[in-house]
């Protein structure tokens, strides 16, 4: 049985039991949540969320890259959400590589060079930070005013806020 089959059965057990409102595409709490794809970081429990109360976006290392201002863009000026609350995590996959290694690998595994950042980093509240500047500084969001970032400890479950 793949892993695909393990979570299709899981679906089919679960049934209709998922809380929430699933009526309208829109987030009842008006916000999206930016985090990184790190299976350890479980964004509903995390925030005690229902479906419906929010729009949740992820990438590797939960960094504001231009598809996530391209989310954001959608998320705000056509479905109604107006804060952005962006959450990365200690031990991050991320901070353990560095861009041109990884481009490097990339390459001499595939004859291409990648065109995109890797958005690589090695301090967290650094990169939490130019997360939220690159919220804040989008002539492409109309709601900016309220942008937090947070650091996620994946060992302990604490939430930290970066200003």
């Known amino acids: ?12 057990e679960l049934g209709n039991v998922t809380p929430g409102d699933r009526s309208t595409p829109r987030p009842s709490l008006q916000v ?5 794809m790190d299976a350890r ?3 509903f429990e995390l925030f005690g969320l229902l479906q ?5 976006l992820r990438n590797a290392g939960g960094v504001v890259t231009d598809d996530m201002i391209r989310s954001l863009a959608l998320s705000q000026r056509k479905l109604g959400t107006r804060e952005v609350l962006i959450v990365q995590h200690t031990e991050c996959g991320l901070s353990m590589v560095t ?3 990884f481009k490097d690998e990339l390459e001499e595994a595939s004859g291409l060079r990648p065109t995109w950042s890797v958005e690589a980093f090695r301090n967290v509240e650094s990169s939490v930070k130019t997360s939220m500047e690159r919220v804040r500084r989008s002539a492409y969001l109309p709601h900016t005013d309220n942008v937090r970032g947070f650091v996620y400890d994946v060992k302990t479950g604490e939430l930290t806020e970066v200003k």
């Open 41 to 43: 970081i479980r964004v």
């Open 1 to 12: 049985m793949t892993s695909i089959d393990v979570l299709l059965k899981r679906n089919q």
């Open 99 to 101: 861009e041109d290694d």
């Open 32 to 36: 999206a949540i930016l985090t990184c």
């Open 52 to 56: 419906g109360e929010s729009h949740v």
